[in-house]
């Protein structure tokens, strides 16, 4: 009988099914106490500048330390507080700790100091947290540029007039803009007209084989030039070996942020490495 047939095979899937709908629904609900708890952190990763050797920029990389699962990765999160809308308060409480944590760095380790903070497309449905940060950035001295807010193509592309008005509204308050995960998506510029972008990230899948893909090559080489022409500047990500570093130099990429400097790093460690890499520029 086929329904017999299907049987175990069914039951092999269900298992696994039912391990992760659990696993999500256990998250789901204890995500709500994820911010109350203090269980939610930020790592920080070096973006290094391949003008100067010197770092005035990180990425803000958001963690969830629970209790018995450990540290649960934004990849996995991330798409749940989307789902549940508890991205809004969860992206605000980022974009609140990176401001303040950005100002302390500035007046500690360098006047420029820029934190890169990750907005998901759903937070662009609620522009009431917006508001705030605005006021609240307002209010900040020496807050001009201290923060970039990393957008993914697909918000520039649905770009509703309405979207496109709050970019504007991100400019206005003093912050830069970037463009992640670049080359995933549409990788078209042609939105560039209508937003004024700084940064363009070139998505680490491409700059993972770059020195021995064949056609990776000439494809990052000619995303940064359009990207140069355009008047942006670009950041390579997930630079790991020495061979991609040396590849990205040549062809004249800005900013470098990947494995091969640092992972991302609790706050005090990300000074740490702060302290040291500065020490080495010096001689
Ligand atoms: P993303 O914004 O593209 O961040 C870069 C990701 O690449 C990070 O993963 C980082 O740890 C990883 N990475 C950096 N260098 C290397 C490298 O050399 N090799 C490899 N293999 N990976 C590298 P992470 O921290 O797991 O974050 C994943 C994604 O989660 C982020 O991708 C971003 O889309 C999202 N995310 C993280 N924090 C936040 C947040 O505060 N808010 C929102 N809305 N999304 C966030
Ligand atoms: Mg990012
Ligand atoms: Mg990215
Ligand atoms: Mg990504």
Redesign the pocket.
């Known amino acids: 009988e086929a329904k017999k047939l299907g049987r175990n095979q069914y039951s092999f899937y269900t298992q696994d099914m039912q391990y992760v709908a659990h696993r999500r629904s256990e998250q789901k609900r204890e995500l709500r106490n994820a911010l109350i708890n203090e269980e939610l952190e930020i790592h920080y ?1 070096p973006v290094v500048d391949m003008n100067t050797g010197t770092v005035t920029k990180a ?4 963690r969830w330390r629970h209790r018995t699962m450990g540290i649960v ?3 996995e999160f ?1 798409p749940l507080a989307e789902e549940t809308g508890l ?1 809004h308060e969860i ?1 605000s409480w ?1 974009f609140m700790e990176c401001l303040e944590q950005a100002l302390k760095w500035r007046a500690r380790f360098h006047p420029d100091f820029q934190i890169s ?4 497309p759903v937070q662009f449905k609620n522009s009431i947290y917006f508001d705030r940060w605005f006021t609240l950035l307002a209010s900040a001295a020496n807050s001009h540029n201290c923060l970039c807010v ?1 957008i993914t193509e697909g918000v520039l592309l649905d770009a509703s007039e309405k979207t496109a008005a709050q970019l504007w509204r991100f400019r206005e308050a003093g912050m830069e803009m970037a463009i ?2 670049f080359g995933t998506g549409y990788s078209s510029l042609a939105y560039i007209k209508h937003v004024d972008v700084d940064y363009l990230k070139i998505d ?1 899948t491409f700059i993972a084989n770059i020195a021995t893909d064949a056609a990776d090559y000439p494809l990052v080489e000619a995303i940064i030039m359009m990207a140069h022409k355009l008047g942006l500047k670009v950041v390579a ?4 070996t020495e061979a991609q570093l040396t590849l990205l130099a040549r062809i004249g990429c800005d900013y470098i ?4 400097y640092s ?2 790093l609790p706050k005090p460690a990300f000074e740490a490495w702060l302290q040291a890499h500065e020490a080495k520029q010096v001689v």
């Open positions: 990763q990425e803000a990389l958001i990765s934004p990849e991330i991205i992206g980022v903070v990750n907005l998901s990393e992640d995960d680490r990500e997930g630079v790991e942020q990947g494995y091969w992972k991302p």
